[in-house]
Every structure is written in structure tokens, then in C-alpha cells.
């Protein structure tokens, strides 16, 4: 079957840095979107990522390997406005969204 | 965990066309689902929210007539996408929250629509 695993919560530091994984079992494969989203908005694309290796943008940083099925959400600099909740979302050949069910993430002071 | 469905998958219809698409909660009651059109690496814009029970609450510059939404039970809600044009061919997803957690959205896997 088709699956997408990340993290239910991770708490970190106010201008630390966090890693959000996230690993995936598609039928075929067309690509790894992360969202970010605020309590009660639409979801706001932060990357996505089809051949692997890191793609930076920003404070935002988003890995893939497709040999491991896996990802990561890399985010520097940690502020309190990105207390949030990330989801990783895969395509599948069919050009299907194949979701998870999202990293709550809360930044301390 | 909670699934979310979307039926079809992909739509190919001509101008002037009507298409329905469906947004099943597969696990779970939902009185509110939300709808969102994605155009490709952008973030998701929310068309409308389906309430069940009541009218569809739609976001400003979404034309109402044109996107009939009905929730029509409290697993069930569908978007009407009426006398469709090229420029409406879109990715469409739902998302609901269930009754019991309504803080947590699940998304379903989208439709694809093909305006001719």
C-alpha cells in the first residue's frame, strides 16, 4: 500500500535548527511537496523535490532520497512564526497525492 | 489512520461541461470540508468550505454559482464545477477535520481536472 510516515509533534528552541523527516512507500514516484500550515489557513508551499540532494531556499532547506524513500524539512534560524504544523505529501505515478498527517511543530523562547 | 477520497481521480471534459467531484471522509464524520485548487509548486488556494447541513462559505473572487459545493452528509461533500472552461483545468483537493479532532485536516488525493 501506499504510505507516508513524519512525526506527530517536535518542540525546539527559538534560533535553533530542526529537522523534520519524513519517509515514503508510493506506487511509483513523481515528486515530495512539504507544506507548511497554520492553524486555520490553506497550507503554503515551502518545496518540493523530484531528483535527490538538498534544495536550499532560505531558512528552508528540503532533502530527498528516492533510493530510501525518505526526506527531511531542514529549518534554520527558528522563529516563533514558524510554530506550525509541516506536511509531506508524495506523488504517486498517477500523479495522486499520497499525504501524511502533519508535524506539529512548537517553538519555545 | 483517517483516509480521505476523492472521486475521480482525473477528468476530462469539454467546454461548457459540468463535472462533479466527490469528497469522501472514508473513516470519520466531518461537518465541515474544505476545498482548494493547487496550480503546480504553488500553495494550495481555498475555494470554499462545505458545511453540512448549510450553505458552502466561499472565499473572495470564488464565483459561487460557478462552484457548487454540497455537503450532503456528514461524509459526503461534492464540488460542482458548472460550464467549465480551459482556464478551470486545475488540480482540486479536499480536506476535512473529523468531528473528533478538529484541528487535524486529513487531505484527500486530488482530482485532476482537464478542461478541453
Known amino acids: 500500500g501506499q504510505n507516508i510516515d513524519q512525526p506527530t509533534e517536535m518542540t525546539a528552541t527559538e534560533g535553533a535548527i530542526v529537522q523534520i523527516n519524513c519517509t515514503y512507500q508510493t506506487s511509483g514516484f513523481n515528486g515530495l511537496f512539504w507544506y507548511q500550515q497554520h492553524a486555520g489557513e490553506a497550507p503554503t508551499f515551502l518545496s518540493y523535490n523530484v531528483l535527490d540532494g538538498l534544495e536550499e531556499k532560505g531558512r528552508f532547506s528540503s532533502f530527498l532520497s528516492r533510493s530510501k524513500g525518505y526526506s527531511y524539512l531542514l529549518l534554520k534560524e527558528l522563529q516563533m512564526k514558524d510554530s506550525a504544523s509541516y506536511l509531506c505529501a508524495a506523488m504517486d505515478s498517477n500523479y495522486q497525492l499520497i499525504w501524511g498527517a502533519g508535524t506539529k511543530l512548537i517553538i519555545k523562547p | 489512520g483517517a483516509v480521505v477520497s476523492q472521486h475521480p481521480s482525473r477528468v476530462i471534459c469539454k467546454s461548457g461541461t459540468s463535472v462533479k467531484i466527490e469528497c469522501r471522509s472514508l473513516?470519520?464524520?466531518?461537518?465541515?470540508m474544505f476545498w482548494y485548487r493547487q496550480f503546480p509548486k504553488q500553495s494550495l488556494m481555498l475555494m470554499a468550505t462545505?458545511?453540512?447541513?448549510?450553505?458552502?462559505?466561499?472565499e473572495q473572487g470564488v464565483e459561487k454559482d460557478k462552484f457548487l459545493i454540497n455537503h450532503a452528509s456528514l461524509t459526503l461533500s461534492t464540488l460542482t464545477v458548472t460550464s467549465a472552461h480551459p482556464e478551470d483545468s486545475s488540480f482540486y483537493i479536499c480536506s476535512a477535520p473529523p468531528l473528533a479532532d478538529v484541528e487535524t485536516q486529513y487531505f484527500g488525493p486530488g482530482t485532476r481536472l482537464l478542461v478541453l
Open positions: 473513516d470519520f464524520q466531518a461537518t465541515t
Open positions: 462545505s458545511n453540512e447541513g448549510s450553505k458552502a462559505t466561499y
